[in-house]
């Protein structure tokens, strides 16, 4: 590897590739035409990264809530009360709707009035 190679961006080294690669055969705005698709294409899948992130975080929230409850219900979880915990997580799972908030909740009470 080129010692000034490892101090390159990302897309300094794709740069770096597609002149040494096809540098006889495209101009610099061409090689700058594919790097912006690139980018394109990296900010969709970092996007992606980030929206199954938020999602796990939520739904780790939902399991640990869950256990939560069950050991405000029963005290430490323990053999005798497995079930019980095991009802809660799997039934914070299957409601896959996000929960309102208490305002939103609020305001369709006064309004259903």
Known sequence: MNVMNMFKSR?????SVLEYKLGNKL???????????FDVYQKDNLDSIDKLKRD???????ISGALKQTINAHGPITKQFIGSATKRVYGSLLNNE???????????KIWKK
């Open 56 to 62: 796990k975080v939520y739904e780790t929230k939902r």
């Open 98 to 108: 996000k929960k309102e908030s208490f305002i939103i909740r609020l305001w369709k």
């Open 11 to 15: 897309k300094g080294k794709i740069k």
């Open 27 to 37: 101009d610099d705005n061409d090689i700058n035409d594919i790097l912006s698709v």
